[in-house]
Every structure is written in C-alpha cells, then in structure tokens.
C-alpha cells in the first residue's frame, strides 16, 4: 500500500536523517519526500512524505511519533495513483 | 568553569553517582573533571564492559546508567551495549568525547560518526555544539532516557566544547510526567472481552517492570485467577512458584505455558511486543485468541498482531480498572492438570553434571533477594527453566539483541548498586571469552561476585541448532582449545574451583555462596547437552520437540 504523511519536525540534529531511517527500517519505501522550512516556526520542517510498504503506516506514523523530533506526524493520504505510478516505472 | 565541569555538575543534579568508562583523547577535559567531582567512575578494562555495568546498574535499579567512552574506537566499542540497551528498553546515557568541532568530517585522528552509527539504537542522541546548550541537553537526555518506554541515549561532546569557557549551571530536575492513562473506551472493550472470555491467559514481558506494574500485575492475577506465561524479561513479575504461573513460553517455554497460549481464547498482552523467539510462527499463535494489548508504547500496538482491544498507557492503572472476579475454573484446571503432567525433572541417570540441575539447586540455595545475571546461550536457557525468580529486577539477560558478553560486566554494575546483595553471573565458556577482561574489574574493586562458567567446550546452542537442523554438520563450534578456567581466575586474584560430576554439585555450590569475596566456579558439562523443549524456527509453539528422540522422529517420520 501507498500512503502520504506530513510531519512537523523540530530542529535538531540529524532530525531528518533520523525520520528518514526510521520509514526504511520498518519496512517502507520513500516514493516522494519534499522538506521546507515552515514559516511559522522559526527552524522547524514542514515535511511531506509518500512511502509504500506491505506494513500498517497507523504503526509507522506511531514509530516516527516516537521521535524526539517529531512534533506532529499525520497520515494525509493513502493508495494514491501517483506513488503506484512511480514504483511502477 | 569549562564545559567539562558544567557537565558533571548537570551529572550531579540528576542524581548520577556511579559512571563506567575508559578514558583516552577526546574526552580527557571530563576525566580531569572528574577528579574534582563527587560521581564515583568505575574503569572496565573495555569499553563494551562499561556500557554493560551501567547497563547492570540500571536494569538492578531501575535508575539510569551512565557510561563514557572516547572519540573513535572507544565510542564503537560501546555501540553494541547502546544497541543491547536499545532492543531492551534500558534506560542509559551514553557520553561519548568527540574531536575538535573544527575537525569534524575531515577523518580526524580518532573521529567516527557516533552520531549517524547509533541512529537507529537509541531513543535520541545529541552532537552537543554550543557549551552554553550542556545544562538543556544533559536535563533532555534523562528525561528521554526515563520517560515512557525506557532506552538509550548519546551525548556526543567535542573535546573544544568540553574545554570551552562557560558561566553555565545545571538545569532544575523537573518531575517525570506520570504515563498518561488508558482512554476509557479502550478499557471498556477490554473489560468485554475479559469478561466473555472463557479461556483466558496472561502473556506478559519486560514491560510489567519497566512500567512498575508488578504488584498490579499480581493483583489482576489473584483477583481474576487468569493463568500466566511470561517471557524472558517477564520471568519474576509473577513469582515462579505461583499456581497460575505456568512458565515461559515460546521457543524454550514449556509444554504448559505454550499448550496454554495455543488454546486460549483470550490472549492479555501485558507490557509484549510479541517477538518472535516467544511467539514461534506469528499467524499460528494463539490462533483462537482475541487480544487484549496493554503497552506504554503505542507504536507496539498492532506491530505484529493486531489486537481487538488496545489499552496504550500506564500498565498499573490499566490492569487496575480490568481486575474482575472471573469464572473460570474448567481452563484453570486445565492448565493445572498442564502443569503436573509435565514437571521439569532433575534426576538425570549419569555421573556427569546436569546443568539444569545445578541451576536449579543454585537457585534454592542463593539468599533471598539474590540477582542472577546470565550470558547467552544454552546456560540462558536453562536459567530461564530451571531458576526461582521473585522479580524480574533480579534476573538480568540480555534478551532482544542477545548478546554474548553480556553477564559479566552487567553483573560487576549490579554488584556495586547492591554491596550487599548475592549476586551469580551465569555464563557459558563461549561468552565468557567475549568480556573475560574484566575479570580484572571484579579483582579492582574486590566485588563479591559468583561467576559459575557452564563449559561443554563448544558454541552450545549453535551446535544444538547444527545437530538439529543441520544434519549434525558442525561448522565452527569447537571450544574444545579453552583454557583452564579456574586457571584463569587464579590469574586474576579471584578464588577458583572445577568439577565435573554431579557427586561434587553440593559441596562446590556451598563454597560458592559461602565465599566472602568473588569466585569462580568453572563446571564442566556433557558437551551433547541439548535444551529442551524447543520449538524450531518457523513452526507455531505446539510443535514443540521435547528430546533428541522426538528430534529423530519428526526427522523420520517413518522410523
């Protein structure tokens, strides 16, 4: 299954090194990342993530929850076109 | 003050007394601030040894464990004791030196991405960069470190920070936040589902003591008199000679507990993450099961088996609120009838030591209170059988990452947060090799500790596996060139004894706990001891083989 998260991301150190390693070792592809620096919160990320895996992202979102870092982690997304579309190519 | 200073004096305020380590280049700033300091540090011989006696230090009290390492190579050689804290939800600060922050990225002398290695094993890490963030950083680490489920953390502090100039002091330690309680919704469809239940069974793990649930636990099972199976770092939350409790289940568990689990119909996951070595092939486990997971971790709710009702929060609380008289005398007389169909048997027809009897003796020799601290590998097993166990606080093993080496320096970190308290490292000649160096901690600091070394000369569980699943094809498990090892204690200063046959268990084991200082007592076993019953990799735990004659059967089916 495909599905799309957006986390908000305190800063800190290796922070998005640290989400990144946690979407790979439970079990999930990352199709598509984007990572901007939100306005209204002075160094924190506003990240977006499309990942695919066979595992239940309710259980990743509750692993990247776990982060230090993260301070929110929602699931905005799921079985979209465009993540199948670009595994497929 | 330096940033070296203001780090101990944050060390001080949260309570740190004890710190384990071995100094070297990066972080001399501390260690010469540590001679001004009241924490006492303890020098290992190695750097995994540190990491393991803080490790022992903070499973025996509950308390965090600290140990320090240099830049580099003294940095690695904690890594696995981080991961091993790491996969056993141990609270442990890790300090860590690290080069110059001028120097970082260029392949300093002694400069390795702590950082980036440990990423994935610990619960959160630090490069400390600025000396004024020290007080912030060192007050996060312990409240991480301590918060919710419990685990690791790394504070990696570059020599020139450490050195830097600062006007600085610790920040005030705050009260933990209690663990937030269970909704009422999801308590309610537990309460359901335990009340329609018929036949239910407790299955609980590391998390019962790491939540402080153990006298909750025991309360649910004598107010609802529901069975119970434990897992390794279960073992204790319900005192093993308790008529409910019907031992450990899974891969080694016995014929009751795993008879149990795949006849339920009602699985109370209390503080698991259903591994795998417990569960046996997941989608055959307790297949006529509904669940119900209480765990302080929400990411453990639903990893592997999805419950039917999920309580996320403090364990106490929960199990305090599901306590309920229950009518269920027809499953409790079953698993009874389970359990005194198969009792352990320690009347072995032979000459040569039956370690499982030895360990069982031990056990109800040791005082009250007394610690176990094992290794990995069969002598694990066989502890997890065949001991008494009043706590899981005093059973120490390494169980997630399973790591060799483990005993020894746990037990020195256990030994010296309880002076006074017996405490017996279990170990394996194998293991003993991996972490044999601090024989010479033991011998500094005069610990009392019992080191009982099982010897069959051979990698025993890797050879049982290669006897059972590998056509008996050995690859690499001969031991048989180990030293002497009562000769090895000898060297280190520690009082040392052999035996080899069963004649000699009584009087060896009396020396042992009637010693004053540490000993060592070096048994030799039947290198052909198997650890029984066991499940094999991939079947469902009511494919348990229970001897090598049952092996042979289900190997030949015909015959």
Known sequence: MSASL?????????????????????GFHIDALQAVRASHDHGALSVELEVSGERS?????RHLQNLSDCQRVRITGRDFEGARARRAS | MNGAELLLRCLEAEGVERIWGYPGGAIMPVYDALLDSPIRHFLTRHEQGAAFAAQGYARSTGEVGVCMATSGPGATNLVTGIADAYLDSVPLVAITGQVPRALIGTDAFQEVDVLGITLPIVKHSYLVSEVESIPGVVREAFATARGGRPGPVVIDLPKDVAQARVAGRPEPVVDMAPASLPSADALAAAAELLRTSQRPLIYAGGGVEKGSAVDALRRFVEATGIPVVHTLHGLGAVPSEHPRFLGMLGMHGTRAANHAVQECDLLVAVGVRFDDRATGKLSEFAPEAKVIHLDIDAAELGKLRVPHAAVRGDLSSALETLACELEIEPWQARCEQWQARWPW??????????????LHQLSKSAPAGSFVVCDVGQHQMWVAQHWSFEHPRQHLTSGGLG?????????????????????IN??????????LQELATVRRYD????????????LGMVRQWQECFFGNRESEVDLSDNPDFADVGRAFGIQSLEIEYAEQVSAALELLLDSRGPMLLHVRIDRQANVWPLVPAGANNSQMITDGIELRRSACPQA
């Open chain 2, 403 to 423: 790591t060799m080496g483990f005993g020894l320096p746990a037990a020195i970190g256990v030994q010296i947060a309880h002076p006074e308290a017996t405490v």
């Open chain 2, 447 to 458: 610990l009392p500790i019992k080191i009982v070394v099982i010897d069959n000369s051979a």
């Open chain 1, 6 to 26: 957006a986390l908000d991301v305190a800063p800190g150190t290796s922070a998005l090194e640290r989400l990144l390693s946690v979407v790979r070792r439970r």
């Open chain 1, 57 to 61: 992202v309710e259980v990743l979102s």
């Open chain 2, 345 to 358: 048997r320690y009347d072995a027809p032979f000459d040569s030591v039956y370690a499982p009897a030895l």
């Open chain 2, 426 to 435: 279990v170990t394996g000649d194998g293991s003993f090799m991996m972490n």
